[in-house]
């Protein structure tokens, strides 16, 4: 509705636990920004289609678009950096994207510079944050982002995902053993890949329930029902 109405803030921050997918959505934001086809341009969500500049931001090597983590950048002088590239256009995509990934490990001079430009940043300029611990991000910056919470994706939603990788690799799963890994991701399509891959790799054959409860050292859910029925 945002894009439908012309109302794109200037900067936004990405939330939720690892493996919910900040870093991708920014990287679709990022599309949107700049989406270009067959001489239409403009901030637009429909895209069909891979644009002009698609496959380069799909790709993480677009001019335009930035991406920096925060992590191995914490200091005052990698931000001057982008305050002093913010003035200068894009090169070729209509607008300038800096995605800043774990922002929370951002030293506090660092939060400090880049105030002034995310309160009043040029009209060719975005700026989107990702972070897994938002309550370590100051208020002063959190004001003046428009925040956007992730929640953790549905084990039946990772069931499909994982049970669609199984198949491209050839590799034979049962559901029971699906549902056992979708759980234990706890959400994160990372984490739940992860697994997944363990399993692949532990795995003679098919990948059973069996195998995959003696992997992750879980306890066998009949055995469970049996001693709650003996305590009662």
């Not at 493996?19 to 969500?45: E, S």
């Amino acid at each position: 509705n945002a894009f439908a109405t012309g109302r794109i803030a200037q900067a936004y921050m990405l939330t939720g636990v690892r493996g919910v997918g900040k870093t991708t959505t920014a990287r679709i934001l990022a599309r949107a920004f700049n989406y270009q086809r067959d001489g239409a341009a403009g901030p637009r969500i429909d895209m069909p289609e891979l644009g002009d500049h698609c496959q380069a931001i799909m790709e993480s090597r677009h001019p335009d678009v930035i991406e920096m983590d925060a992590a191995s950048n914490t200091g005052v002088d990698n931000i001057r950096e982008i305050v002093e590239s913010v003035r200068y256009h894009p090169v070729s995509a209509p607008t300038k994207v800096f995605i800043v990934d774990e922002v929370h490990m951002l030293s506090k001079g660092a939060f400090n510079a880049l105030l002034k430009t995310l309160e009043e940043p040029p009209p060719h300029v975005r700026f989107i944050f990702a972070t897994t611990e938002i309550r370590k991000v100051p208020l002063t910056v959190l004001s003046r982002c428009q925040r956007f919470d992730l929640r953790r994706v549905p084990t039946d939603r990772l069931m499909t995902h994982f049970k669609a990788i199984a198949e491209k690799e050839s590799v034979e799963i049962a559901d029971d053993a699906l549902r056992l890994i979708a759980r234990a991701g706890g959400g994160s399509v990372r984490d739940g890949l992860s697994i997944l891959d363990q399993a692949f790799a532990t795995a003679t054959g098919p990948v059973e329930a069996a195998l995959v409860r003696d992997m992750l050292g879980l306890a066998d859910g009949g055995r469970v029902l049996e001693l709650l029925q003996a305590a009662l």
